[in-house]
């Protein structure tokens, strides 16, 4: 079993940044692709980023790139989301996601996510 726990949501300003952490715990993500997934209110769930074991490999949502990074450190069982040049429109709940992987491949679809965290609250304000 994977415990994934999101942090550092807030409320922030249009054009500002925030950096989401979500730790992991009861084993190693060293053989998991990672994802962030984000659900705003009266909206389904939708990919955001996501990397592969080691990082080598990233993809984005259109809504997202070029403003957003995602990133890992595998000694601190640790993923980031760093998220820059906010707008209103990227208010949601954002969800971390471990998907274990043999290939150190990476998805984009949440079917194929084994594990969730709760969440965390990402507000901005206008």
């Known amino acids: 079993q994977v415990q994934l726990v999101e942090s550092g949501g807030g409320l922030v300003q249009t054009g500002g940044s925030l950096t989401l952490s979500c730790a992991a715990s009861?084993?190693?993500?060293?053989?998991?692709?990672m994802g962030w997934f984000r659900q705003a209110p009266g909206k389904e769930r939708e990919f955001v980023a996501a990397?592969?074991?080691?990082?080598?490999?990233?993809d984005y949502a259109d809504s997202v790139k070029g403003r957003f990074t995602i990133s890992r450190d595998n000694a601190k069982n640790t993923v980031y989301l760093q998220m820059n040049r906010l707008k209103p429109e990227d208010t949601a709940v954002y969800y971390c996601?471990?998907?274990?992987?043999?290939?150190?491949?990476?998805?984009?679809?949440?079917?194929?996510?084994?594990?969730w965290g709760q969440g965390t609250q990402v507000t901005v304000s206008s």
């Open positions: 990397i592969t074991w080691g990082g080598g490999s990233t």
């Open positions: 009861g084993r190693s993500i060293s053989t998991y692709a």
């Open positions: 996601a471990a998907k274990f992987s043999f290939m150190n491949d990476l998805t984009t679809q949440q079917k194929e996510y084994n594990y």
